[in-house]
């Protein structure tokens, strides 16, 4: 199992119909198996997720946010993570609950240093 405990994430892949890009950043926290993050940039004013560990490389977290529209949109996804070049990697398949449309995107360890 990683370690998601403070560490800040970007995303650098997602489907057409996902909302997150590359000016999202995702700051994570961990409690054991229980795993949480805020998010926000981009597209998003602010969102939040909450979900846990469900094997050693991926976790599984439902999420919901608001979005530039004022629209409160929410969904589910699981996560695969990987180590690539010294970074966390992880590799999603999320569905929005309001629409059911699936996806998939991928997300990297950032630094600090890295924040716009």
């Keep these: ?30 409690q054991d198996k229980m795993i949480w993050a805020e998010y926000q940039g981009g597209e998003i004013l602010r969102g939040f ?3 846990k560990w469900i094997s050693d490389c991926q976790i599984e977290f439902n ?8 629209e409160n949109r929410l969904g589910r996804c699981v996560t695969t ?5 010294g970074k966390l990697v992880g590799r999603e398949h999320w569905q ?8 998939q995107s991928q997300i990297i360890e950032i630094n600090s ?3 716009l």
Excluded: C, P
């Design 81 to 85: 993570f990987s180590i690539d070049n």
């Design 63 to 70: 999420y919901q946010h608001l979005n530039q529209q004022l």
């Design 1 to 30: 199992m990683f370690n998601l405990n403070n560490k800040i994430f970007t995303a650098v892949q997602n489907s057409e119909s996902g909302e997150v890009n590359d000016q999202t950043r995702f700051h994570y926290f961990q």
């Design 49 to 51: 997720l909450i979900g």
């Design 96 to 103: 929005w609950l309001d629409t059911l449309e699936i996806g």
């Design 113 to 115: 240093t890295e924040i």
